[in-house]
């Protein structure tokens, strides 16, 4: 018998969001965004599972993409973040991974490395996100001095990230669109090089941004990138279902406090389960009183503060419930999104902290 917090991991739901991911711009390629572990959801057979769907995977740095080749992963890997000292570039070359340009430090270091094969060079354009990226008025010093460099081989792409693409209603994605735009059609080749835009928010929501490549991240694990519904995020399937159990249960009678620092308070006779879950486990600290579980797919509230390893949750309203019966924390009936508006977080964050000590259970 094993503690039963578990992130169980439906491979078939994350091969579903690829596919339509892959289907919303069919004549794009799809870089499946796999970094931070894949979000939180088990790097190795994300990758395994996804590998078959698309023709390369993106990551923030050597390390991951190392570990993608050390687990039989052989598609190419784009390090989003570039190299960060001038030996990265030579093993990254060695072993097919592409290289992001970010800035003018990165550029120089390719043109003076020393390669035995020429690396594939993803040039980043700051088109108003102002974080990483190079100047739009640099696109074409940067693409010209790259593309003659024996190091770097034939097959450049230009890309940008948007900052909001997320809110439907923002005209900042028409506006970096736009500068990127102006940016690249500074080159002698503006008609068919190679551009990425999208991620998630820009795939499912901007059609018109739809590049050669696009580069999904959250979405290939079932959380909609838009706080409001939408036709296609909508047909996103959860990949994390985070369970766990009820290990007691007692009651609390009025005027009586649950937990840590006496957050809450009974104010009727309750009846209050335990839940092996808990900040330990990514459950969120700040969850408030209120927050949604599902015990036996019934939505309850959580109540009381998080504990490192517990929670406890009013059932008051379901007289069955009994020690050892199923908790649905976030995934299939309750989605992380909801969980993270709660906490005053993002699923991104819930999906990605999913600490080492949650077992993940792979279906599909
Ligand atoms: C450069 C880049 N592209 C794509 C993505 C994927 O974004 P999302 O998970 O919102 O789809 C990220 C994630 O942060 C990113 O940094």
Known sequence: MSRPAKAYIDLLALR????????????????????????????????????????????????????????????????????????????????????????????????RASLKTPVTVWICVDSGMHRLGIAVDDIESTYRMLAASRNVA?????????????????????????QFKAGVASLANADTVPLSLDNSAG???????????????????????????????????PVMTLR????ALRDVPVGDSVGYGARWSAQRPSRIATVAIGYGDGYPVHAPDGTPVLVNKQRCSMVGRVSMDMITVDVTDLPTVAVGDEVILWGKGLSVNEVAGCAGTISYELLTRMPRRVPRVYSG
């Open 16 to 111: 579903h969001n690829c596919e339509l991911a892959n289907s919303l711009a069919p004549n794009s390629r799809t870089m499946a965004i796999i970094k931070a572990n894949a979000y939180g959801h088990g790097v190795l057979p994300v990758a395994r599972a996804l590998e078959p769907l698309v023709p390369a995977f993106g990551v923030t740095c050597l390390e991951e993409a190392i570990e993608l080749r050390e687990g039989g992963i052989t598609k190419p890997v784009c390090l989003l973040e570039g190299t960060f000292s001038d030996d990265e570039i030579p093993l990254a070359a060695e072993l097919g991974f592409w290289l992001s340009v970010v800035n003018k430090q990165q550029q120089q270091s390719i043109l």
């Open 154 to 178: 034939s097959d450049i792409v230009i890309a940008t990230h948007f900052a909001c693409a997320d809110e439907l209603a923002s005209d900042l994605t028409y506006r970096q669109l736009q």
């Open 203 to 237: 795939l499912l929501g901007w059609p018109e941004t739809h590049a050669d490549w696009n580069r999904p991240g959250i979405m290939l694990y079932g959380s909609s990138p838009f706080s409001v519904p939408h036709a296609e995020a909508d047909r996103l399937q």
């Open 244 to 247: 766990s159990s009820v290990i």
